[in-house]
Nanobody, 119 residues
Framework: QVQLVESGGGLVQPGGSLRLSCAAS????????MGWYRQAPGKQRELVAV???????NYAESVKGRFTISRDNAKNTAYLQMNSLKPEVTAVYYC?????????????WGQGTQVTVSS
């Protein structure tokens, strides 16, 4: 099993910053990727950013230059630094991981953390 604990969401004014954290724990042997997705009301869940083994990152076009994903391998924790926030990024943000458990790969989701950008 994989447990994901997210933190860092909240209410912030336009132009502000937030940092999300996602800590993974469980009986896995390797984390292949950690990423963040978001889902706004009435919309589908979409990829925000992902970081894979070796530190390679990928971002949604809409957040490039403003969001940065990073990972602390020793802590099995991923971070999403979000700067210059705009109201349109308001959504529930979900952490996602892909890990190896024995000979299988497993994808897991966090419970989600609300990010609201509003004045």
């Amino acid at each position: 099993q994989v447990q994901l604990v997210e933190s860092g969401g909240g209410l912030v004014q336009p132009g502000g910053s937030l940092r999300l954290s996602c800590a993974a724990s469980g009986s896995f042997s390797r984390i292949n990727s950690m990423g963040w997705y978001r889902q706004a009301p009435g919309k589908q869940r979409e990829l925000v950013a992902v970081i894979i083994s070796g530190g390679i990152t990928n971002y949604a076009e809409s957040v490039k230059g403003r969001f940065t994903i990073s990972r602390d391998n020793a802590k099995n924790t991923a971070y999403l630094q979000m700067n210059s926030l705009k109201p349109e990024v308001t959504a529930v943000y979900y952490c996602n991981t892909d890990v190896n458990i024995r000979y299988n790969r497993r994808t897991s989701w966090g419970q989600g953390t609300q990010v609201t950008v509003s004045s």
